[in-house]
């Protein structure tokens, strides 16, 4: 009785110490044909690289990040399952749902040892860390500049990488997020 109480003890030690550790927001999840899947979160604040084109630690609230991957099934022949997807553009636009204060924001590549490649930036939320808050994401193609295609994509896929698409989503609550610390 006491060794099976010692073993369920560590165990939920062991979960809550992951789940600490590795605390992001979930804001939603979407899938873009042909085959992207992104993952949009709110993450804890961070010290990146370059200081010159991101936002010092200790003026941001979070962390705002879209994780942009190839689908492990259901995509485009020759494509890396799971693999990042490059030179998208992206962008978040954050309301604060009380005040209607809001913060317009690209995302750009960052890369990091648990997450690999994604599109984010560190922000300062446009109110209270405590007030709710709406994201709209757009995610649009490369420009033609950007990336070419070739004749086997156009006759498999079409005439584009894919079309802008838009997602919206509300009652975010960053609070937990905004005071979490990843040091």
Same mark, same amino acid.
């Given at each position: ?22 605390? =992001?927001?979930?804001?939603? =999840? ?59 553009? #992206?962008?978040?636009? #954050? ?52 990336? /070419? ?7 498999? #896929?079409?005439?584009?990488?894919? =079309?802008?698409?838009?997602? /919206? ?15």
């Amino acid at each position: 009785m006491k060794f099976s109480y010692k073993i369920l003890s560590i165990t939920f030690l062991l979960i809550s110490t992951i789940f600490s550790n590795a605390q =992001e927001l979930i804001i939603g =999840e979407e899938r873009i044909e042909p085959g992207i899947v992104v993952i949009f979160e709110g993450a804890i604040k961070d010290m990146i690289m370059p200081s010159s084109t991101n936002l010092n630690e200790n003026l941001t609230d979070i962390h705002i990040e879209a994780r942009v991957n190839w689908d492990v099934d259901n995509i485009p022949k020759g494509t890396p399952k799971g693999g990042f997807v490059p030179y998208l553009h #992206i962008n978040a636009l #954050i309301t604060n749902q009380k005040t209607g204060l809001k913060t317009f924001i690209d995302l750009i590549p960052h890369i990091n040892l648990s997450d690999n490649f994604h599109y984010a930036r560190n922000i300062s939320l446009p109110g209270k860390i405590e007030d709710l808050y709406s994201v709209k994401y757009t995610i649009s193609p490369p420009s033609k500049y950007d990336v /070419s295609l070739h004749m086997d994509w156009k006759k498999e #896929i079409g005439n584009s990488f894919f =079309e802008t698409v838009t997602y /919206s989503y509300k009652d975010i609550k960053f609070e937990e997020i905004a005071k979490a610390s990843r040091r």
